[in-house]
């Protein structure tokens, strides 16, 4: 039986604050699974959720409940130097400097995999020299010919970030205050209302 290349299991996060009160200060709630190769759209206003979302997928972060499945295996049960081997997490300014986990090293699985099977880039800073767009083109479409599943965050403020998007991705994600909504292509995600006022004047004409 062949496994979704993702699921995401009814994950949750919360971020609680105070010791005897407990306050939740924030809230992730995401259930989808991606099935085959593809290239992925992720958008949503800062402090959504989206860095979040792609810790728990790459098991840096632990969830409140939930799993998060890389070709059938839990991220989370897999030893921690070998996450990567599952999925991983691009990001120009962050850094894992430790994952959380809920057992020794030794107690947890080996990776069921060579090298990653996701690929989660978090706001890749494109600009129109160098030919640095196309490179990251051709290497999302190498990465999907290889069988992987790529993940693209950006937070689009040039025309030509939208056209990236249209251009590469064949379904999208927008995250919004916690919530994870899918849609299958940019026209269906354009036509949701809290996308369209994320989007400002970079939403297409009705």
């Not at 081997?85 to 090293?105: C, E, G, M, N, W």
Request: net charge positive.
């Amino acid at each position: 039986m062949s496994h979704p290349l993702l699921r995401v299991e009814s994950v949750a996060k919360q971020y609680q604050r105070g010791t005897f009160r407990k306050t939740t200060t924030f809230s992730l709630n995401a259930d989808f699974e991606v099935h085959k190769p593809c290239v992925v759209g992720v958008m949503g206003p800062n402090g959504s959720g989206k860095t979040t979302l792609f810790e728990l997928i790459t098991g840096s972060n632990l969830p409140s409940a939930g799993r998060v499945l890389v070709n059938g295996q839990d991220i989370h049960q897999v030893r921690t130097r070998e996450r990567d081997r599952l999925a991983i997490h691009y990001h120009q300014s962050y850094q894992v400097r430790s994952f959380q986990k809920t057992k020794p090293d030794f107690m947890l699985q080996h990776a069921q995999s060579d090298s990653p099977l996701v690929h989660l880039f978090d706001e890749p800073q494109f600009n129109t020299q160098d030919g640095y767009i196309g490179f990251m083109l051709d290497f999302f479409a190498r990465l999907k010919a290889n069988g992987r599943l790529v993940f693209l965050c950006l937070h689009p403020n040039e025309p030509y970030h939208v056209d990236i998007l249209r251009q590469c991705c064949e379904r999208f994600i927008f995250v919004q205050k916690g919530a994870v909504s899918e849609a299958p292509d940019f026209d269906t995600l354009a036509r949701n209302e809290n996308v369209r006022t994320y989007l400002g004047a970079l939403a297409p004409a009705r």
